[in-house]
């Protein structure tokens, strides 16, 4: 079994910044990805960037390539999303999921995974 814990959400002012922290706990040794995905209100969720846990490559939505990073904590079980240039098209809650069985062409799709963490709200507005 695997749990995630997201944080770091919060408001923020258009052109800001945030980073937002996954910690992924349980059964961690074969997981193969982590990814972001985002839910504002009234819309499905979608596809925001994704890790391959084990090669580093990551994938990003169009929208946000040139403005959010992936990276992997030093303890090698966390994952942090640093979000600048932020628009308001970016508000909703952020999930953060992952799984053990994830193939590089199925990064972007939120049924891949079978664990998400509760999620976290980002706000960007003035």
């Known amino acids: 079994q695997v749990q995630l814990v997201e944080s770091g959400g919060g408001l923020v002012q258009p052109g800001g910044s945030l980073r937002l922290s996954c910690v992924v706990s349980?059964?961690?040794?074969?997981?193969?990805?982590m990814a972001w995905f985002r839910q504002a209100p009234g819309k499905n969720r979608e596809f925001v960037a994704a890790l391959n846990w084990s090669g580093g490559s990551t994938r990003y939505a169009e929208s946000v390539k040139g403005r959010f990073t992936l990276s992997k904590g030093n303890d090698r079980n966390t994952e942090y999303l640093q979000m600048n240039s932020l628009h308001p098209e970016n508000t909703g809650v952020y999930y953060c999921?992952?799984?053990?069985?994830?193939?590089?062409?199925?990064?972007?799709?939120?049924?891949?995974?079978?664990?998400w963490g509760q999620g976290t709200q980002v706000t960007v507005s003035s």
């Open positions: 999921a992952t799984d053990q069985t994830i193939v590089t062409s199925s990064m972007a799709t939120d049924h891949a995974y079978d664990y």
């Open positions: 349980g059964t961690t040794g074969s997981i193969t990805a």
